[in-house]
């Protein structure tokens, strides 16, 4: 008989007739339902026990009289903008001035937000040129390798010098093509270069992947800061729907519904996720009544709105599979940016990978006090476990109205295709979920106003028409015209500086509703011990970076999605 190790002694076993008396009541409170067609499912209801404290609720109450605020001060206070300078005045109401005004316009800025901005997950190395690009770089190759040659400091230095050096990399949104007449949005393409003096630089956009008037702006041309602006904006749009809310709030609130449906709250593997699960199911309840919700504060900020957002998230999670997208070293090598001489200043992958390393050991030792692949001294078999094995087949099931699954791709599975037998499959399934909820969250969602705050640096929402012809100046008439309107900007900026604000303990702190048994106390002893020696070494690359970077860093991170 199949059965789960429990860790109350004395108490009946999980398997037993109280536990799955237990699990029926779990599956009738935490039930599970599609609600958007193509989107990860969600908890119907929202059960009592997972709702925010007082605290928490104080907290979304005051956002709300903000944003009343804020219409007062767009009504009364600010004038319209008619120039960028009148933007600065906001802050000096609502929110602190973030540091994007003064650096906005610089390529150095550009190429940063790629490695260690909010969406520091797209870039790739380019191994060679997208036919769909090719045509613009034949018609603009003379001008293409002036800019080369003036990055490189070389004067025979080429494009394919770069690809041959690893200096070439590309960041392509072919996965928002066809977007441009429902949601306004462009799928543009970017190449960049890692210059003479190691800093990664923008060399060329082109704003669609294929179609007529579809050009390529490099960057002495008269409209390279439009074309930054368009390419910017399909990459928050982006980020947002997909990096952000699809992957880790969405899709992480199926796990934690299955989670509940399938595991009693006394098994190894329910009580070592709990603490990254605690307040997800009820900021996601909240962002659907407030931020994704029919005329919500999606729909007022973003051009792209809800149904944009959707979409995004629809056609990416069509794509997405833990063990490629959801892991990360193996992320970084697909992607062929894997190793620090590959792609210098990229912050994100250096900084993640320790904590990912951490968390990796952590879990790995978690699982071993329970579990033995052969049973040895009278450990558990992952195979023969009844929940594991109920809970993985609700990972890959198929979304359904009511009661569907997860339909994750990339569920490290046996030959058989439904159930998992070792550890390491376990290890590899619970690390992926556990960075997804933490490091993945984190670095992703607190940097926002950051990057955010002045819209010009990166615009959630763009009026009028992406250029069509590098050859028009810019004017700073032209930016006011296509960033959204001020009481947009208004709201984007107190939105996202609340959406950038800590409120639960650090990665590692597991005193919570739900803690850790005293049986695995020595492996979070050491996970605490690993995280901080993660978060010195941190503090010590950033003492010698010229922008350090701290959102990967175990102090900065918490360990679930609660905000």
């Not at 996202?496 to 695995?520: E, H, Q, V, W, Y």
């Amino acid at each position: 008989m199949a059965t789960t190790p429990n860790r109350a002694s004395g108490n009946e076993a999980p398997d037993g007739p109280t536990a799955k008396d237990n699990l029926q009541s779990a599956k009738d409170e935490y039930q599970l339902v599609e609600s958007v067609r193509g989107l990860p499912s969600r908890v119907k209801t929202l059960p009592r026990q997972e709702r925010f404290n007082c605290f928490e609720k104080l907290r979304a109450g005051v956002l709300l009289i903000v944003l009343g605020i804020v219409y007062l001060i767009d009504r009364f206070l600010t004038r319209r903008w008619d120039k960028l300078s009148d933007l600065l005045n906001a802050y000096r109401w609502i929110v602190p001035k973030p540091p994007t005004p003064e650096i906005w316009r610089d390529d150095a800025f550009f190429g940063r937000q790629r490695l260690v901005g909010v969406n520091p997950f797209v870039i790739r190395l380019c191994t060679a040129i997208p036919g769909n690009m090719k045509e613009n770089v034949n018609k603009r190759r003379e001008f293409l390798q002036k800019v080369l040659q003036q990055k490189s400091g070389k004067t025979d230095f080429t494009l394919d010098t770069a690809i041959q050096e690893n200096r070439l990399f590309i960041v392509d949104y072919d996965i928002l093509d066809g977007m441009k007449d429902t949601f306004g949005l462009c799928s543009p393409i970017a190449l960049f270069l890692v210059d003479a003096e190691n800093e990664l630089m923008p060399i060329a956009i082109q704003l669609y992947q294929t179609g007529e008037n579809n050009p390529m702006f490099l960057p002495e041309d008269p409209s390279w800061l439009m074309a930054k602006l368009w390419f910017n904006h399909a990459d928050s749009s982006y980020q947002d729907s997909f990096s952000h809310l699809g992957v880790t709030h969405l899709l992480m609130e199926s796990v934690d519904v299955v989670t509940h449906r399938n595991l009693t709250t006394t098994h190894p593997v329910y009580e070592i996720l709990a603490p990254h699960f605690l307040y997800l199911l009820a900021i996601n309840t909240k962002a659907r009544d407030y931020l994704i919700n029919k005329n919500g504060i999606v729909d007022e900020t973003r051009s792209i709105g809800r149904e944009g957002t959707f979409e995004i998230i629809r056609r990416q999670l069509l794509k997405w599979r833990m063990d490629e997208d959801g892991t990360l070293p193996r992320d970084l090598e697909i992607r062929g940016v894997e190793g620090e001489g590959t792609l210098p200043g990229y912050y994100y992958r250096d900084d993640a990978l320790l904590v990912y390393d951490a968390i990796q050991k952590y879990v790995h030792t978690y699982i071993h006090v329970y579990y033995d692949d052969d049973g040895y001294n009278g450990k558990h078999q992952v195979s023969n476990d009844a929940q594991i094995q109920a809970w993985v087949a609700a990972l890959i099931a198929k979304r359904e109205p009511v009661n569907g699954g997860c339909e994750i791709k990339g569920i490290p599975l046996d030959k058989n295709g439904s159930t998992i037998s070792t550890c390491d499959q376990l290890v590899q399934i619970l690390t992926s979920t556990i960075y997804m909820c933490s490091v993945g969250h984190a670095v992703t969602n607190f940097p926002q106003y950051e990057q955010y705050g002045f819209q010009p640096a990166y615009p959630a929402g763009m009026r009028g028409s992406p250029p069509q012809d590098p050859n028009i100046m810019v004017t700073e008439t032209a930016i006011i015209k296509a960033i959204p309107p001020k009481i947009t900007c208004l709201l984007e900026m107190v939105v996202m500086k609340f959406l950038s604000t800590r409120n639960t303990r650090c990665l590692g702190n597991f005193i919570t509703r739900d803690s850790i048994p005293l049986k695995a106390d020595d492996a979070v002893k050491q996970f605490r011990k690993d995280l901080k020696k993660a978060a010195v070494r941190i503090e010590e690359r950033n003492s010698t970076r010229t922008h350090p970077y701290p959102w990967a860093s175990p102090d900065n991170i918490p360990n679930s999605i609660s905000i």
